[in-house]
């Protein structure tokens, strides 16, 4: 089973997705800061990262360099509401394999997370 960690400060959307997510046969965790998220890949690597950009403290560029540093090889998506060029653009050089807007339509984020855990 793949494993996904949701990373975002929005508790109500980490509930909702790991309900949707579970269903489809996932292992979903989620974490409500960017410390916490660095913190559980270094214990428990996910293959992928659902993560938003905005977040109190630790924003998802911050995790996205720490994941870098630290040598963190799960696959990432950008999952935010702030969408602009600039920031997807700044996420895909960060190592994010794609980036989507919410709110988000659930069979397209589906389909993005299966055809990303496929990439080599």
Same mark, same amino acid.
């Given at each position: 089973? !793949?494993?996904?960690?949701?990373?975002?400060?929005?508790?109500?959307?980490?509930?909702? =997705?790991?309900?949707?997510?579970?269903?489809?046969g996932?292992?979903?965790?989620?974490?409500?800061?960017?410390?916490?998220?660095?913190?559980?890949?270094?214990?428990?690597?996910? !293959?992928?990262?659902?993560?938003?950009?905005?977040?109190?403290?630790?924003?998802?560029?911050?995790? =996205?360099?720490?994941?870098?540093?630290?040598?963190?090889?799960?696959?990432?998506?950008?999952?935010?509401?702030?969408?602009?060029?600039?920031?997807?653009?700044?996420?895909?050089?960060?190592?994010?394999?794609?980036?989507?807007s919410?709110?988000?339509?659930?069979? !397209?984020?589906?389909?993005?997370?299966?055809?990303?855990?496929?990439?080599?």
């Amino acid at each position: 089973m !793949e494993s996904i960690l949701i990373v975002d400060d929005d508790i109500n959307l980490c509930t909702i =997705l790991q309900e949707e997510l579970s269903t489809v046969g996932y292992a979903v965790d989620f974490v409500t800061d960017g410390y916490k998220a660095v913190e559980s890949l270094l214990q428990k690597q996910a !293959e992928l990262v659902l993560l938003d950009l905005k977040m109190p403290k630790k924003d998802g560029f911050a995790v =996205l360099k720490d994941m870098q540093e630290q040598n963190i090889k799960s696959k990432v998506i950008v999952l935010t509401a702030y969408a602009d060029v600039k920031s997807a653009i700044d996420s895909t050089k960060m190592g994010a394999s794609d980036f989507i807007s919410k709110p988000y339509d659930f069979d !397209e984020l589906l389909i993005t997370i299966r055809r990303v855990l496929q990439e080599e």
